[in-house]
């Protein structure tokens, strides 16, 4: 029996697997980590007791006919996929990469990785591009993911860890405002959090376009138009000042800039909040009224917030009611963002962004590249300066100054970029597309070339949870013949590569080289060790070799290469922030609305997200028996199915832009009328969503477009329709 974590979202819960002949059993397993409990004995780990749907049968894709066991290469006569040796694989890989460098320039070759891999998988994986490959060009899908909360977190609270305490704390604050997160489906298990709240006395505020089932838990639900959570978040503040609630000795003490902010609330009185955000004013005044009220306040964000081309400035927005309530820091309370890959946290500090190095160390900071260059054993000017984010990179593929080849690791990127037709015909213009995968994905069905790898329980490394506690997935299966993991993909091109420095494949050998690339950056690893971790059931970053205030907690189970263990840090900003003056600060935003608004051809606000029995694109979920996969769906209200004529399950044609799509009406009273909904897990959403870039995050707009929805094929606009 191995104790591990789930393959899927960032609560990683914990799960033993065992192996009962030629099936791998899943079970739940209460995960222990003393320093997330709270004093009082509290179960506090992420996530404790039950397991989701996913996680129950997420066994199901081992050994499975779906898996790809064997390296396939395009055959430029017929353009099927052949099966192939790994090295005949490899050898081609790299001879191709060499032969574009070499004509093009070391730009020509980019990598796309994802929040899924371990932390050794992401970190070994930015050294491949800047070591090996000598490429600018590396992102990530985190950038569709995480960017927004982290460029506002960075840039009001000097660092980015999602939730800067356990989630657990959820428990006792005094009212939990959820802004655009649906956790209810998205990380299941964590909605008890909000149930054990609510019988505590406390209050849950949900913040969505739709009544979901985290809504349904909600003692005040608030659906504002798609969109406007920034000038939602105005309003408030506006309210908040008038009534005199804001902790003027905290701004005084620990923030800065509230003065530009306070200007800009004055204007955002109820009633103009209600003319943008469709929210009635009362709903505001009840909200700022519960806020006003309160000794402990947290403010969670996620996609539904930030996946706008203003979702840096809207988490800004709420960040700036968090800390005129002078919340952040207090106990139980303050501002965090609800992390969404397995790997959502650590993916973003080990070197797959565009702009940063290990340890969440920016790569145009001379003495950051001095410092990583030292642990790859190469120059630091022979590393590459800052690349193209995520879908700039996808937009350049192919084009007069953009890479001719991408790796990808970990990514379904035809079913999950914006505006996905342009994406396909990006990387239809490329020269080499590698997709690194367990399935055949419908990005990896377009590639060049195909390398089959392990995944979870085949193989062993560790993950970042939203917590920022750093835990190990333990292998407990052989993986099935011809599978190799993604490190050994990385070193083999490496060393064909004729790269410098070394290339481990043991995961606990790039992660100690990862703690030393860590040590002394903004996410210091380096005190945390394998056994620590198995120790203590996950240790919590910043945690750096040696304790520098031996005065902290001790853990009798800790166990350390180290004479003074750092205890790990699970809870962030009781002294201070980590900004050059210490302060938080205020950061003045203007509620400027989606890219793209409705218009008399396209009337209505598409929006997209999730449902709880699929995973991201589907490649894995899809694969899954046990799961549910009825396919895609648009939600509407019978109001607007009333208008076009809809009866439920009936087909409808939803158009943007950019794309059609076709599926079933589900007909509910829990949406606005003026916005529709459809699930992303399926290809077809992203047909339709628009690619309009955050300009600080660079995160595309998933969450609002205009769009037009009728039950007859719609002539008017070309393309290609898709049915479930
Ligand atoms: N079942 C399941 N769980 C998952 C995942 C999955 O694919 N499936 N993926 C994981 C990952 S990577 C992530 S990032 C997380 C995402 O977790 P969530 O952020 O909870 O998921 P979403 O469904 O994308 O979006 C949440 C809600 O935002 C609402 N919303 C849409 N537009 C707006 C808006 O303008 N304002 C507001 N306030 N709300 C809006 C949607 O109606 C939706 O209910 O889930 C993780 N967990
Ligand atoms: N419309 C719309 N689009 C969205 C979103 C939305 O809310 N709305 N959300 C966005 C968000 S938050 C996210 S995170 C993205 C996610 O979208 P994707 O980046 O497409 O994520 P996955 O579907 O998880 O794709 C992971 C792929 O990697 C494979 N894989 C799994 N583990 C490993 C591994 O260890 N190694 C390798 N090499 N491969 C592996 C899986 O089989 C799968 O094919 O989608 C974004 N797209
Ligand atoms: S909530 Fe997330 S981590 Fe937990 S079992 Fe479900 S998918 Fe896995
Ligand atoms: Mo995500």
Redesign the pocket.
């Known amino acids: 029996m191995t104790a591990t974590h789930c393959p899927y979202?960032?609560l990683q819960c914990g799960m033993t697997l065992q192996r009962t002949g030629p099936r791998l059993e899943v079970a739940e397993r209460p995960q222990r980590n003393v320093h997330a409990s709270g004093a009082d004995g509290a179960d506090g780990a992420a996530a404790s007791g039950g397991l989701c749907r996913?996680g129950w049968t997420a066994a199901g894709l081992r050994g499975s006919r779906e898996r790809l066991t064997t390296p396939l290469v395009r055959d430029r006569a017929s353009g099927e996929l052949r099966a192939v040796s790994w090295d005949e694989a490899l050898d081609l890989v790299a001879g191709r990469l060499r032969t574009l460098r070499e004509a093009y320039g070391a730009d020509a070759n980019a990598v796309f990785g994802g929040?899924g891999l371990t932390n050794e998988k992401a970190y070994q994986l930015g050294k491949l591009a800047r070591v090996a490959l000598g490429t600018s060009q590396i992102d990530y899908n985190g950038r569709w993911?995480m960017s927004s909360a982290a460029s506002a977190a960075n840039q009001a609270l000097g660092i980015d860890r999602g939730l800067p305490f356990p989630l657990a704390d959820v428990e006792r604050t005094d009212v939990l405002v959820l802004?655009?997160?649906?956790?209810a489906?998205?990380?299941p298990p964590a909605a008890r959090h909000l149930d054990r709240l609510r019988e505590r006395g406390g209050r849950v505020v949900v913040?969505?376009?739709?009544v979901?089932p985290t809504a349904e838990r909600a003692d005040l639900a608030i659906q504002?138009v798609?969109?406007t959570?920034l000038a939602l978040a105005l309003g408030v503040l506006h309210l908040l000042d008038a009534a005199g609630a804001v902790d003027e000795d905290y701004v005084a003490a620990r923030t800065t800039g509230f003065d530009d902010v306070r200007r800009r609330v004055a204007s955002w009185w109820p009633e103009r909040v209600e003319r943008v955000t469709g929210v009635e004013a009362g709903t505001v005044r009840a909200l700022a009224g519960m806020l006003a009220g309160a000794e402990r306040v947290m403010v969670l964000t996620?996609?539904?917030?930030e996946q706008?081309a203003q979702g840096t400035a809207t988490v800004l927005a709420w960040l700036n009611v968090a800390l005129a309530l002078g919340m952040p820091g207090k106990e139980y309370a303050g501002y965090g963002c609800?992390t969404?890959?397995g790997n959502?946290q650590g993916g973003r500090e080990h070197g797959q962004k565009a702009d940063q190095l290990p340890g969440y160390r920016m790569i145009d900071d001379p003495e950051a590249r001095a410092h990583v260059a030292g642990v790859w054993g190469v120059p630091p000017e022979s590393l590459p300066g800052k690349g193209r984010s995520a879908y700039e990179l996808l937009d350049a593929l192919g084009q007069d100054d953009g890479p001719r080849s991408l790796l990808v690791f970990a990514s379904n990127i035809v079913v999950s970029a914006p505006n996905a037709l342009h994406v396909a015909e990006r990387l239809g213009a490329l020269d080499l597309l590698v997709v690194c995968d367990l399935v055949m994905s419908e990005t990896a069905a377009l590639a060049d070339i195909v390398l089959p790898v392990t995944q979870w329980a085949e193989e062993t490394g560790t993950m970042t949870n939203l917590e920022g506690r750093v835990i190990l997935r333990q292998q407990a299966v052989t993986p099935p013949d011809g599978v190799r993991s993604d490190l050994e993909v990385i070193a083999g091109l490496a060393e064909r590569l004729g790269a410098p420095s070394t290339w481990p494949t043991d995961p606990e050998e790039v992660f100690a080289e990862l703690r030393e690339a860590t040590r002394g950056g903004r996410a210091d690893y380096s005190g945390i060790t394998y056994d620590r971790i198995r120790a203590e059931d996950g240790v919590f970053w910043p945690c750096p070799a040696i304790d520098p205030a031996p005065t902290a907690q001790t853990d009798e189970a800790a166990s350390t290469d180290e004479a003074a263990p750092h205890p790990g840090t699970p809870r962030l900003f009781a002294d201070g922030f980590p900004t050059p003056d210490g302060r938080a600060r205020f950061v003045d935003v203007a509620h400027t609305g989606p890219a793209e608004e409705p218009s008399a051809s396209y009337p209505l606000h598409l929006?997209t997200?999730?449902?709880?029995?699929?995973?991201?694109s589907g490649a894995q979920t899809r694969r899954i028996k046990e799961l549910p996969d009825d396919g895609p769906f648009v939600e509407v209200h019978p109001m607007l199915a009333d208008r076009i004529g809809a009866a439920d399950g009936e087909l409808l044609v939803v158009t943007t832009p950019r794309g059609v799509m076709r599926a079933p009406a589900r007909v509910v009273t829990s949406i606005r009328p003026d916005t529709v909904?459809v699930p992303f897990?399926w290809v077809g959403a992203n047909k339709l969503t628009n690619d309009a870039l955050d300009p600080s995050s660079r995160m595309p707009e998933f969450?609002?477009c205009a769009a037009r929805v009728s039950t007859v094929p719609d002539s008017t606009v070309p393309g290609p329709t898709v049915t479930a």
Not at 179 to 183: A, D, E, I, P, Y
Not at 207 to 210: A, E, F, M, Q, S
Not at 302 to 305: E, Q
Not at 609 to 616: D, E, F, I, N, S
């Open positions: 979202c960032s996913k929040g993911c802004v655009g997160s649906n956790l489906e998205t990380m913040i969505d376009p739709r979901t504002p798609p969109g959570d996620a996609r539904g917030a706008h609800l969404g890959q959502g929006t997200g999730r449902v709880l029995a699929q995973y991201q909904f897990h969450k609002v």
